[in-house]
C-alpha cells in the first residue's frame, strides 16, 4: 500500500458520514496478511492473531478519527507496530497473569484526558465493578437510545447521527444523546439505591 | 437536563472556554461531589466503548471470514505463463468453459457454504463465552452459574440450569437465550431454533430471538434452511430488530 492509498484511507475515515465503514473496511483488508505474519512470527494461535488484528484496526480508526496519527509514518508501520504490541501482550497473558492487573482503567480512558492532580481524584472513584454493571444496564436502555451513544461514541459528529437516524438537526442529535446518558446514569442510580 | 452532565459532556468534547476547562479541573479535586459525576460520566462513555469495540470485532470477524475464504489481498500472485502453441479459439474456449463452471459452482455450493461460514464465525465470535446478565434479582446467581459453567465449557450443567430457569409461569428471557446458544454451540440445532424462537415472542427492549432463530438454520443448513434464514433475517431489518446490521450484510452474501 503507498501513500496514496494511505491518503485515501486517513481521509474517508475523518469525512465520516455513511462512508466510513467502507474505508474502515478497506483498512482491515489492507494489512490483513498481519494475521499470517503474527502466527509465524509469534507462535500465536490463527484465532489470537486474527483477534490481534481486529483490536489492532479498532485503535488505528480510533487514533486516526482523534488525530492522534499524524501520518509521519506509514499506515503499513503505523498498524504493525500496534499489532506486534497487541500480540506481545497476547503472549504475556498467557504466560503471566499481567492481563489481570492491567484491566484496571482501560489505556485510552478519558480519565488521561484530565490534568494530574485531578485525574489522581477520579481515578480513585472508578471501580471496575461499577463498570461492569454499566454494561448490563446499557443493554436494557433502549435500543434508540443505545444506538445514538454508540454512534457518538464511534467518532460520528452529531450531523451524521442525524442524518442517520433521521433526527431533525445536530442540536436535536446533542440534547437527545445527553438525555440518554442521564437515563442511563439515573437507571443506575436508582437500582444501586434498591441495592 | 442536569448541568453537571452538560459541563463535563462539554468539557470531554473540547468546547469549554480555557477559563472554564481550569475551573472544571480545579473543582474535580475540591469537590466531591462533583468528582463522583465525573467519574461515573467517564464509567459510562468506557462501557460504550467496550460495547462498541464488542460491535466492530464481530463486524471484522465477519470480514474475516470473508477474506478467510479467499486469497489475502496484497499477496499478489505471478501471472500465469501462456503456452505459446494454444490458439485464441482454444483458450476463449477454455475460458468460457472456465466461467461456466464458476458460476455453476457459485450457484450450487457457495451460497450455502457462505450461510455455514458467516453462522461459525458469527458463533466462533460471539459465543465462546456468555456476556452479562440481564436478568430478575431472584434467578439472577443461578443465572449466573449457568453462564459460569457455559464459560467453563461444562455446558450439560449450563444446559440444566437455563432449562430449569426457563420453565414456569414466569420464564427468564436470559436464560431461553442462554438455553438456545447452549444447544446452538453443542450442535443441537432443531432445540436450538426452538428456544431461540421462544424468545422472539417475549417483549424486550433487545430482542436477538429472530436473528439467532436465523443463525440456527444457516448453521443447521437442511435443504430449505437458507431460505428460511433469508426471510427471517428480511424481517429482523425490516422491524429494525437486534442484529439488523449483521442482518443486512449477510443478505447480501445469502
Redesign the interface.
Known amino acids: 500500500m503507498g501513500a496514496d492509498s494511505d491518503m485515501a484511507i486517513v481521509e474517508g475515515l475523518k469525512a465520516g458520514g455513511g462512508q466510513r465503514r467502507i474505508f474502515e473496511g478497506n483498512l482491515y483488508k489492507s494489512f490483513f496478511y498481519f494475521i499470517r505474519q503474527g502466527v509465524r512470527k509469534y507462535g500465536i494461535s490463527e484465532e489470537d492473531a486474527s483477534s490481534a488484528y481486529s483490536d489492532t484496526i479498532i485503535s488505528v480508526i480510533n487514533n486516526i478519527i482523534k488525530g492522534s496519527f499524524e501520518g509521519r509514518s506509514a499506515l503499513k508501520s503505523y498498524g504493525y507496530k500496534i499489532f506486534s504490541n497487541k500480540c506481545v501482550d497476547l503472549l504475556r497473558k498467557d504466560t503471566t497473569n499481567k492481563g489481570k492487573v492491567n484491566q484496571a482503567i482501560p489505556i485510552d480512558s478519558l480519565v488521561f484526558e484530565l490534568p494530574d492532580q485531578a485525574r489522581t481524584a477520579i481515578q480513585q472513584l472508578l471501580m471496575k465493578e461499577e463498570r461492569n454493571y454499566l454494561m448490563e444496564r446499557l443493554i436494557a436502555l433502549g435500543e434508540k437510545c443505545r444506538q445514538i451513544l454508540l454512534f457518538f461514541e464511534d467518532g460520528y459528529s452529531d450531523k451524521d447521527i442525524a442524518g442517520f437516524m433521521e433526527y431533525n438537526s445536530a442540536d436535536v442529535v446533542k440534547t437527545s444523546r445527553l438525555r440518554c446518558l442521564e437515563k442511563l446514569k439515573k437507571k443506575v442510580n436508582i437500582e444501586q439505591t434498591v441495592k | ?2 448541568n453537571s ?2 459541563l463535563i ?1 462539554a468539557y ?1 468534547e473540547g468546547t469549554l472556554a480555557k477559563e472554564e476547562q481550569q475551573s472544571f ?2 473543582r ?2 475540591d469537590d466531591p461531589a462533583f ?2 459525576e ?16 464488542k ?3 464481530s463486524e ?2 465477519l ?2 471470514a470473508e ?1 478467510s475464504a479467499g486469497a ?4 499478489p500472485h505471478p501471472p500465469l505463463p501462456l503456452k505459446s502453441g494454444i490458439s485464441i479459439k482454444k483458450l476463449s474456449f477454455y475460458l468460457a468453459a472456465a466461467c461456466v463452471l464458476l458460476v455453476l459452482g457459485w450457484f450450487l455450493w457457495r451460497p450455502a457454504e457462505n450461510a455455514k461460514q458467516l453462522s461459525e464465525n458469527y458463533i ?1 465470535a460471539n459465543f465462546s463465552t456468555l ?4 436478568g430478575g434479582k431472584e434467578s439472577a446467581d443461578q443465572l449466573q452459574k449457568g453462564i459460569a459453567a457455559f464459560n467453563a465449557k461444562k455446558y450439560e450443567a449450563a444446559e440444566q440450569i437455563f432449562i430449569s430457569l426457563s420453565r414456569g409461569a414466569q420464564p427468564e428471557p436470559e436464560a431461553v437465550k442462554n438455553l438456545g446458544i447452549t444447544y446452538l454451540v453443542t450442535q443441537k440445532y432443531d432445540a436450538a431454533i426452538e428456544q431461540f424462537e421462544r424468545l422472539s415472542t417475549f417483549s424486550l ?2 430482542n436477538p430471538g429472530l436473528f439467532y432463530q436465523a443463525l440456527a438454520l444457516m448453521k443447521r443448513g437442511k435443504a430449505t434452511d437458507r431460505e428460511a434464514a433469508k426471510k427471517i433475517l428480511q424481517e429482523v431489518v425490516r422491524r ?1 430488530l ?1 442484529g439488523s446490521k449483521e442482518a443486512k450484510f449477510w443478505l447480501q452474501k445469502l
Open positions: 437536563m442536569n452532565l452538560d459532556a470531554f479541573e480545579e474535580c479535586v468528582a463522583e465525573v467519574a461515573e460520566y467517564i464509567a459510562m462513555r468506557e462501557a460504550l466503548r467496550t460495547e462498541l469495540q460491535q466492530k470485532r471484522f470477524a470480514l474475516y477474506l489475502a489481498p496484497d499477496e466462533a456476556g452479562l446478565n440481564m427492549y433487545s429494525n437486534a
